[in-house]
């Protein structure tokens, strides 16, 4: 802090009265910690980061809390750490000063400079993503120093490679209604989603078990009951592959729905549009760019009109690229509707397939023992 503020709140009060009106008085990181450090843990994990990442480069308070979670009742300690834009530059400056624009011939003379410039949202999110970096690895070492086995990773699931639905933070509003016996949005979100999370993850053992059953198809043959096991299991992908053309053949048809009554609000509006160019026809001066004008519009129209006509038709209005954005956009809706039956999809086509193998294994079988060529019906 400089030396006119005695408490940390004097700072941010000078910052409220002195700093631009539209500019940001602080900047603040929220940190979550491991429940597994102690207090004292945490507190030297904190005040290494702030050494790291801001030192006495700018002004800062931190603060740490550790609440308990209003479901599960554990602990939930995290960090805040706010801090001024403004670089310290060994320039002892009064109060009003601090915060003034920066003079860059004479620094004396004007406040502190404020921030490494303007950024670029890509920039921001690189240097987002490099902090967090920052962050999980000085986590990882003071695990690592104070005898803790597990590490975190600042990486999204997906990049770890790890199957699994990210979790949804309730917060105190929607955990406080769940206790009262409230329902909540977030709270059937929550059920729902730990119930697809436990449903997901027999899919690795379904395709497991898929492929124990084409190894062990030979053997199977002479067992009567694990026949009928696997006859069973190809009837219920049968059953998740006819389930998923229908739901995708609904999601297209629903689709195309929307294209279509998107068309009639264009070709509606056009028409309107072109009846008042028709009426505002002038007398002498313009009237060859209004004829132009109405000719191009006319075209439009038409061009309006004949996707529109298509469209109404169940028909797509003229390339094959609007077809393959239609299927696009009706296997996504599909997904998002039904995530479990996308999700058990490929092992069920996967059962098909063995089937279908299986099948013509024994119809070589068949045709060879009744003296025939395999895929031919003459006799040799």
């Not at 801001?54 to 599960?72: K, S, V």
Request: proline letters at 4%; hydrophobic letters at 35%.
């Amino acid at each position: 802090m400089p030396e006119w503020a005695e408490r940390s709140g004097d700072f941010w009060e000078a910052s409220d009265q002195h700093e631009r009106a539209n500019a940001k008085g602080y900047r603040e990181y929220e940190v979550a910690l491991p429940r597994e450090m102690t207090q004292e843990q945490r507190l030297d994990l904190v005040r290494e980061f702030v050494r790291q990442e801001l030192g006495d480069r700018h002004a800062y308070t931190f603060a740490i809390h550790n609440p308990r979670a209003a479901l599960e009742g554990g602990e939930q300690p995290h960090a805040h750490i706010m801090f001024s834009e403004r670089n310290r530059d060994g320039i002892e400056r009064s109060r009003e000063q601090y915060f003034k624009r920066y003079n860059a011939k004479n620094p004396e003379r004007g406040g502190c400079r404020k921030g490494d410039g303007a950024k670029t949202p890509t920039e921001r999110k690189a240097d987002l993503v490099a902090l967090r970096e920052r962050w999980a690895i000085l986590q990882n070492r003071h695990l690592e120093k104070n005898g803790h086995t597990d590490r975190v990773d600042h990486r999204s699931l997906e990049a770890q490679g790890i199957d699994r639905l990210p979790t949804e933070h309730m917060g105190p509003k929607a955990a406080a209604m769940e206790q009262r016996g409230q329902a909540t949005r977030r709270g059937q979100a929550r059920t729902q989603r730990r119930a697809d999370i436990a449903e997901l993850a027999t899919i690795p053992d379904l395709a497991r078990r898929i492929q124990a059953d084409r190894d062990e198809l030979g053997k199977l043959e002479t067992q009567n009951d694990q026949v009928k096991d696997l006859v069973e299991l190809e009837k219920q992908a049968g059953q998740v592959v006819a389930d998923w053309r229908r739901l995708v053949q609904v999601e297209r048809a629903g689709h195309l729905q929307e294209l279509t009554a998107n068309a009639h609000q264009a070709t509606t509006t056009h028409s309107a549009q072109l009846q008042a160019h028709q009426a505002a026809e002038p007398k002498l001066f313009g009237r060859k760019e209004w004829e132009a004008q109405r000719a191009t519009m006319e075209d439009r129209g038409h061009q309006l009109l004949v996707a529109y006509s298509a469209l109404k038709e169940g028909r797509y209005p003229s390339v094959e690229k609007e077809k393959q954005a239609v299927e696009k956009a009706a296997l996504q809706r599909a997904t998002a509707k039904q995530p479990r039956l996308a999700a058990a999809l490929a092992p069920a086509e996967a059962v098909l397939r063995a089937k279908v193998q299986r099948e013509r294994v024994e119809r070589e079988r068949s045709q060879a023992g009744k003296g025939l060529e395999p895929g031919k019906g003459q006799e040799r």
